[in-house]
């Protein structure tokens, strides 16, 4: 099939990629000239595991192609919009300026003398969008369907995501005749990944985009949760990670999202539970989702308590005491920083006189020059040499792997917070250090 992506960000990106793998020929769309000119070249953007090799050996074929023309999109069959819904200045709801820009670019460029041309959203959006902008589209004068097909890709696994996906979801329009054209055209487009097994859930537009909010609140919910009870056991003595283990082998519960720590960030869990807050009100439902304030509350109140543990562990004395933090970015293998944990503690840390060195294997290039105020070296050993505390604040493999015998020869107090409970306390211990981990009591033996 032709198809086009519009907005080429970490979702769009790699859902134009997917479909050339999937064997259509695809056009991504964006407004920003650097991004799409290095898409063109073959160039991942950001990093993403998979995608450099998915954007080689397409755009090489003339497979996949990227653009600022909007003009190169009108031949498509289906469209999808996959650009951002960022929460907005001063407001916890989302900005929709960028989809509805979409939908305007679809509607003067789309070319549907051939018969009807899909637009299918992926974006995450509050509910009741579709139903807009299925009205826009039918007053376009153009045979234009809208479907809201959500995205559930986890950055660092996008394109396993994408191409193996848990679910697809297809939310479409009431009006039957038009709602199976959509879906036999989605079914076409998806037809590798349905082969394959792949659960498909059909539905109407609202369910389709609560789908993906719920999830993501769902999944806010159970980290939060978890580190309530991770508080918890520092009242208390307990050790949240066996608490998790405990839980998690409930399959009703199940073992993942259950990491206790300083709590999640990135581009979607936190704007998306807020932007669902803030929909809730404007429905008058408001009370459904308070919970998910005390969510977000207990998520933010993480980072309180690491900048208090780091205080503890030098003794309320920041000025001058050199922090090395290892990880920057929201969560391992991505370069994101939006909404990260780690550097919103290290701000912090920084602000209150500490001199922070930060390593992170991904981000270190755009954190040198969005924050020339933090040193950042390239390697491990530059950033812990003479500190008097190391924190772990993303987990990268490298950083988990650390042979704390080895390390303690290279700071200067050896202090550790494990602002993600992925080390071995005892380990740690009996190397000699002293380890502070978040909801975790010393081990018995
Ligand atoms: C999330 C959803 O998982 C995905 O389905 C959706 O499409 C987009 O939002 P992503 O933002 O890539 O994906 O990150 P995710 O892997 O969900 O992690 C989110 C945050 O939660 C990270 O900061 C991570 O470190 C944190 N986290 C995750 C925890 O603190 N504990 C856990 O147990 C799991």
Redesign the pocket.
């Known amino acids: 099939m032709r198809v086009s992506v519009i907005g080429c960000g970490y979702l769009g990106a790699v859902h134009a990629a997917c479909m050339a793998e999937l064997g259509h020929d695809v056009v991504g769309l964006d407004v920003d000239e650097a991004k799409i000119e290095k898409l063109a070249r073959g160039i991942a953007p950001f990093h993403e595991a998979g995608l450099p090799q998915l954007l080689e050996k397409h755009v090489g074929s003339g497979r996949l192609r990227f653009t600022t023309d909007a003009r190169e999109i009108a031949d498509a069959q289906i469209h999808f919009i996959g650009v951002g819904t960022p929460q907005r200045q001063g407001h916890l709801g989302a900005d929709m300026r960028y989809v509805d820009s979409a939908i305007e670019t679809i509607i003067e460029h789309a070319v549907t003398t051939d018969g009807p041309v899909l637009v299918s959203g992926k974006s995450t959006v509050p509910v009741g969008t579709a139903q807009r902008l299925a009205g826009r589209l039918d007053g376009s004068g153009k045979d234009l369907i809208l479907a809201w097909n959500p ?6 696994y996008a394109v396993k995501d994408t191409l193996h996906p848990d679910r697809i979801v297809y939310g479409l329009p009431e009006d039957r005749e038009r709602g199976e054209t959509a879906k036999a055209m989605l079914d076409e487009c998806y037809a590798t990944p349905l082969a394959e097994g792949t659960p498909l859930v059909v539905s109407n537009y609202p369910t389709a985009e609560l789908v993906k909010v719920a ?2 609140s769902f ?1 806010a919910t159970k ?1 939060s949760f ?1 580190n309530a009870m991770a508080e918890l056991c520092d009242a208390t003595g307990g050790d949240v990670t066996r608490l998790a283990e405990a839980i998690g082998y409930d399959d009703r519960i199940g073992p ?14 936190p704007k ?1 539970i807020r932007a669902f807050m803030a929909r809730a009100g404007e429905l008058g439902v408001d009370q459904a989702l308070t919970f998910l304030r005390e969510v977000d509350t207990i998520n933010l109140r993480r980072r309180d308590l690491a900048v208090e543990l780091a205080e503890n562990a030098l003794k309320d004395r920041l000025v001058g005491k050199k922090i090395a933090v290892l990880g920057i970015t ?2 391992p293998d ?1 370069d994101d920083l939006r909404d990260s ?1 780690a550097l919103d503690i290290a701000t912090r840390l920084w602000a209150r006189g500490a001199e922070l060195a930060v390593v992170d294997p991904a981000a270190g290039p755009e954190l040198r020059e969005r924050r020339p105020d933090l040193t950042v070296p390239e390697t491990v050993d530059e950033a812990v040499a003479g500190a008097d505390l190391v924190m772990i604040l993303t987990p990268w493999k490298e950083f988990v792997e650390l042979d704390p015998a080895v390390l303690i020869g290279k700071v200067g107090t050896p202090n550790i917070i494990d602002g ?1 409970n992925v080390l071995d306390p005892k380990r740690w211990r009996d190397a000699g250090w002293n380890y502070y981990g978040m909801g975790r009591s010393e081990s018995i033996w």
Request: glycine share 20%; with cysteine; hydrophobic share 40%.
């Open positions: 995205e559930f890709l986890r950055e660092g999830a993501n999944l980290i978890i993942k999202f259950l990491q206790a720590g300083i709590g999640f960030g990135g581009g979607c869990l998306d929201f969560k991505t944990p993600r």
